[in-house]
């Protein structure tokens, strides 16, 4: 790693990615002024020489590649990286509780878009990205797929850098369907039919495994409400009981209901992957990010007959999620903007992209997916369903509110209340007044 990372640094790298930053803060001299800080140094090639960065990330593999990387990175740019990680409830509350105090740190930070970004923009806390990424050729922004930058878009505006994307798949048993002569299913309607037949409750076998649990489904349902043409909301309006959505639930509670595994309304994605990975479900839908559950021999029993496709089609074609589950933003009170967006450049990369995506981290440039080098670290079935579905998507899988488990927990509660028999339309009559409420009072109504 070293080797590689000294070869990729000394080639250029750093240099390109810097001097226009160099000449933007000094005009290009010997002698140059950071705009935010005030503070010089003599060394053209080192344009933030001295600086220090505090960085935050959540525990994940991602910020343990990026760690393993800084030394080389503090080395090409003379900054010095502070870098904290945090487990995923601990980095929220620490940067609520720092943003609301008005601090200057962390500079840049992990962040999860579809939970955070509104809230976060709505009080001021990230700083607005659009014309740092769009500055430099070099940098090539257009290489993010659309639907990762969509994630992080508020209003037209720019307010994170995607670093790992998730996407909706579905995986599926290769040798149920083999012996039962079933094609992979390409569409609502097949998926059904599929799990009906190879639904064998008396054998352990359920035709298909998914999120129960009402807050959890949520984020699973959107895939199905988007192929049939439905959404959240649309105009500050809820339309959770347009035929579309209902469509869309209809189907999900259809397949959880009659075909799922005992116990489904208290399952989230461990519970369910853990039933497909013990090979007790043909089917199981959710993000691809979640693989290795079920191809690692270890957790799985199955992990040789694993087999990943598209997701299926409904009315209007395949529209999965397509979103940036996580991604990097800046700090608005940060007090050396240019150097925070150095860390952010550096970081999201084609080089570095590749590097941390060899590591099983997906990442959002659609020129590593293209590079057979990017995806050594995924099955190549996975692989190729990835780079198809990141060529469209839907960029939310979350109702786009301030409060989002309060609407998770009003739109879970409609399929929960389908998979139990009760009528998914008044459900969803019931659901869209209350997330109808929700959204007025964010609005000020």
């Known amino acids: 790693m070293k080797q590689s990372m000294k070869r990729l640094l000394t080639a250029g790298l750093i240099f390109t990615m810097f001097a226009v930053l160099l000449a933007a803060c000094g005009g290009g001299g010997t002698n140059t002024t950071d705009n935010n800080s005030g503070q010089t140094t003599d060394n053209p090639d080192k344009p933030f020489a001295g600086k ?5 990330t959540a525990n994940h593999p991602w910020g343990d590649a990026i760690k393993e990387m800084l030394p080389e990175f503090e080395a090409s740019t003379g900054m010095k990286v502070d870098v904290q990680s945090f487990f995923e409830d601990q980095l929220a509350q620490k940067l609520t509780v720092q943003m609301t105090a008005g601090s200057v740190t962390p500079d840049v930070f992990m962040y999860s878009p579809l939970q955070q970004a509104k809230l976060f923009v709505k009080n001021g806390w990230i700083y607005p990205l659009d014309d740092y990424a769009k500055k430099e050729a070099a940098y090539d922004f257009d290489d993010f797929s659309k639907a990762s930058v969509g994630s992080n878009m508020i209003d037209g505006k ?6 790992i994307t998730e996407q909706h798949i579905l995986y599926y048993r290769k040798d149920l ?32 495994a998914a999120r129960g649990q009402r807050s959890p489904l949520v984020s699973q349902i959107s895939s199905f409400i988007y192929s049939e043409g439905g959404d959240f909301m649309k105009d500050d309006k809820a339309t959770i009981n347009t ?14 209901r009659d075909y799922g595994p005992p116990g489904v309304l208290n399952m989230s994605w461990p519970q ?27 957790k799985s029993k199955i992990a040789d007959q694993v087999g990943f496709a598209v997701f299926p089609a409904g009315k ?66 996975l692989a190729e369903v990835t780079k198809e579905t990141q060529k469209g998507g839907v960029d939310h899988s979350l109702p786009p509110v301030d409060k989002v488990s309060e609407a998770r927990d009003i739109i879970g509660a409609i399929v929960q209340k389908s998979i139990s028999g009760e009528d998914i339309k008044a459900a969803a009559e019931q659901a869209n007044k209350e997330f109808q409420v929700l959204i007025d009072k964010e609005k000020g109504k």
Not at 52 to 56: D, F, N, R
């Open 177 to 208: 369907l083999q012996q039962a002569g079933i094609a992979v299913p390409k569409t609502m309607d097949e998926l059904l039919a599929a799990a009906q037949k190879l639904h064998d409750p008396k054998k352990e076998i359920y035709g298909f």
């Open 243 to 256: 035929p579309e959505a209902i469509k869309g639930m209809t189907t999900y509670a259809t397949l959880l």
């Open 316 to 381: 209007e074609g395949s529209q999965p999620f397509n979103i940036t589950s996580w991604g990097l933003a800046m700090n608005a009170k940060a007090e050396n903007k240019d150097a925070a967006w150095a860390f952010i450049q550096w970081a999201s990369s084609k080089e570095i992209v590749l590097l941390t995506q060899q590591k099983g981290n997906p990442g959002a440039r659609m020129s590593v997916w293209d590079n057979p080098e990017g995806i050594t670290a995924f099955p190549k079935e």
């Open 272 to 298: 369910a992957i853990g039933v497909f990975a013990q090979g007790k479900a043909a089917f199981f839908a959710d993000a691809n990010s979640l693989f290795k559950n079920a191809t690692d021999p270890e």
């Open 158 to 163: 720019l307010y994170g850098i995607p670093i």
């Open 52 to 56: 220090k960065l505090s960085i935050v």
